[in-house]
Structures are given as structure tokens and as C-alpha cells.
């Protein structure tokens, strides 16, 4: 059966690749050789065009591809108060490859106040026929791999006081984002996943952190956030193991976190990454609640132009029904296209089949 609401029976996690017009002009930007007015012109070109192209291979909602951002998380926290963006001295770590060497920490007392983010999704709101989506880092994430040592101690001795602040503050964005317009929000989340790995659980340790303690903390904190959600806006979570340049950082299935995640995070949806056997199987599903909950399955993935085979997508949702009805689950990518600005290893046109190819199963699944 067609979904009405989001998340959607044919979705995506919300980064798309940069053309060619907005990576020049950005690094044009960056130079001092254009004006930032000039950008946001060439950026409100290009994000109409990728809008009209949701909408026309039949998606039922539409981003803006993250196109004025140059990282996935942390544009949105460096507008939060008391979070600063700094130049860290090396960067993070993928499979042999490293990104820019910047970083965030906190050196105040964490608030939402007035947000750029918001302008960037009222422009979206305008320039759609379709559901404007919103995607933003979620709260666990911006802990999570700069750990404790990122957090002032002199601002917060107390840990448990700096998770309360975060999900005040969260009240507050998701409150901003309703007030305009926003009804379907995304938290992208690469905490629940890492640890999942027993390496990532040992970095945890040397950041200072607890990682046996950490996914009820952050399910709590998680909670404290959507605290007074309005009725009608569907947040949903995206679950990431790491996507930068078509590589990864962690590997492992969702058992470790699975009855934390799935049994006592009140969120509306999950998005998982189930393309390759790095991600494990489908048996931790078996936490998910039946009822309204959704779980987008991240079969298609983004981090190649390979175009997968219609029949094997099917067969693994067939797989993933053996622990979520059917009408529960929807389809997407395993991940966005372009996590940064750098973007994944992979053409647009191939990105656009992919997106194409998912709309054609869900309806072929789930029905038009």
C-alpha cells in the first residue's frame, strides 16, 4: 500500500552530488574571487534544478542535496550556541582517505537561538510541489566521535548536564523548524551504528567516554529532544556508518544497540544501511516495534554507480519480512550521495538512475 506520509515508500537520506557549476562557484567562494551573494544566487539556481528532478522521477518528497553546505553535521553545529568549528590538525580517518582537517567542539553552554538552517529550508518549502524535507546531525552525533574531550570541563563537569543541554536545545530547532513549515525532519546519526564496532567501542574508550553506557544515554537524550513533537511532523533518524568519498569508517550489524534503538527511541522512522554485509543481517529488526514505526531499508547503495539488480532489491525486502511486516518498510539508499561537498565516487546521472530505480521498485512492491 502507498504511503501518504513520510517516510516515504520510495525515499532517499538527503545529499545529493554537487554539479559541476556549484562546486566551481564554491571554490571561487573560497578564493575571495566571488561574492557570497554571487553564490547564493548560482546556489538557488542549482537547488531548484535538483528539486524539479526529485519530482520528476516520481519521488514524493524533495531535499535541497545539502547544497549549501560543506559537511553533513557540521554547518548545522557550528550555528549552534557554544559550539565552535576549528581547525583540528588532521582530519578524520576513512578507508585511505582523510577529510578536511576541521572539527567542532564545545566551548559554552549549548542553545538553538536563530539558525541559518532555516532560511535554507523555506527556500526549499517555496520551490516544492512535493514534501520539503529537512535533514540536520542528530544530538548523539555531535558527541559521539569528538567524545568528552571535545566538551569543556570547566562548562560542564557534570556530562549528564551537557546532554541536557543538547536535547533543549534540539526542543527548540525542532520547535524552529515546525514554526516554518517543516513537517518531515531527519536526524542523520552516525553514533548508533559505530558503536556497533568493537573498534569504535575501544576509540570511545580512549575519547574519555563510556561506551556500554552510551546508547541509553543517548537514548535518553534523544528523547528529551522530540519532547513535545508536534502530532503532525514525522521525524526520522538516519543510521550511518560513515560515507565520505564512497568509503566508510565502521563495519557491524545493529545487535549491539537493537533494543535501545529500535525499542526505546520515540522516533517515527529509522533509516539503515543494509547494502553490503558489513551492515549485518535483518534479525536485530525483530526490536522494532509493531504499529507506526517505519524502517527504510538502505538497500541501494550510494557509494558506487553500479546499478543493482530489481530482482535482488526485492528478494531482500522479502528477507527483511521475516521481522517487520511489510508494510512497515519502505526502500532507499544506503546512504547520501554526497556526505560532503566532495561527494561520493560516482556519476549524477548514475546517482539519478539509482533514485529512478528505487521509485520503480517501491511501486512495483508497495503499488502506485
Known amino acids: 500500500m502507498k504511503r501518504t506520509k513520510a517516510p516515504f ?42 528539486v524539479k528532478k526529485q519530482e520528476d522521477i516520481g519521488l514524493q518528497l524533495a531535499t535541497d542535496g545539502e547544497f549549501r553546505r560543506s559537511w553533513w553535521h557540521f554547518d548545522f553545529y557550528r550555528g549552534l550556541e557554544g559550539v565552535e568549528l576549528y581547525q583540528s590538525g588532521e582530519g578524520i580517518h576513512f578507508a585511505g582517505v582523510d577529510t578536511k ?3 567542532v567542539r564545545v566551548i559554552g553552554k549549548v542553545g538553538f537561538n536563530k539558525h541559518i538552517h532555516l532560511d535554507h529550508f523555506r527556500f526549499l518549502k517555496v520551490h516544492t510541489k512535493v514534501t520539503p524535507k529537512m535533514t540536520i546531525p542528530a544530538p548523539s552525533t555531535l558527541h559521539f566521535r569528538q567524545g568528552r574531550q571535545s566538551i569543556s570541563k570547566d562548562v560542564y563537569p557534570d556530562i549528564e548536564a551537557y546532554f541536557d543541554d ?27 551504528s559505530m558503536i556497533c564496532d568493537p573498534k569504535e567501542r575501544e576509540n570511545s574508550r580512549k575519547r574519555g567516554d563510556d561506551p556500554d553506557r552510551l546508547p541509553a544515554q543517548y537514548a535518553r537524550m534523544t528523547n528529551k529532544a522530540l519532547d513535545g513533537k508536534p502530532a503532525d511532523m514525522v521525524i526520522t533518524m538516519h543510521s550511518c556508518r560513515g560515507n565520505f568519498r564512497s568509503t566508510f569508517i565502521a563495519s557491524g550489524g545493529y545487535e549491539f544497540v537493537a ?29 522494532v516495534p509493531k504499529g507506526n514505526k517505519c524502517v527504510v531499508l538502505g538497500l541501494v547503495t550510494s557509494k558506487s554507480g553500479m546499478l543493482e539488480k530489481k530482482d535482488d532489491i526485492k528478494r531482500r525486502i522479502d528477507e527483511a519480512t521475516k521481522f517487520v511486516e511489510l508494510d512497515q518498510l519502505c526502500l532507499s539508499p544506503q546512504c547520501g550521495f554526497a556526505s560532503t ?28
Open 9 to 50: 515508500r520510495a525515499d532517499h537520506v538527503g545529499s545529493l552530488l554537487r554539479p559541476k557549476a556549484l562546486k566551481e562557484a564554491r571554490a571561487q567562494h573560497a578564493k575571495g574571487e566571488l561574492h557570497a551573494s554571487a553564490l547564493a544566487e548560482i546556489e538557488d539556481r542549482e537547488i531548484e534544478k535538483i
Open 101 to 103: 582537517p576541521e572539527s
Open 166 to 192: 543538547v536535547a533543549v536545545a534540539y526542543q527548540k530547532a525542532i520547535r524552529a523548524f515546525y514554526d516554518a513549515g517543516c513537517r518531515y525532519l531527519q536526524l542523520d546519526d552516525t553514533a548508533w
Open 259 to 287: 533494543e535501545q534503538l529500535f525499542g526505546n527511541v520515540n522516533i517515527d522512522g529509522y533509516f539503515l544501511e543494509f547494502d553490503t554485509e558489513r551492515a549485518g543481517g535483518f534479525e536485530p529488526l525483530r526490536f
Open 341 to 368: 561537498e566532495e561527494g561520493n565516487v560516482l556519476a549524477e546521472d548514475e546517482q539519478w538512475a539509482k533514485l529512478r530505480m528505487i521509485v520503480e521498485i517501491a511501486e512495483e512492491v508497495w503499488g502506485r
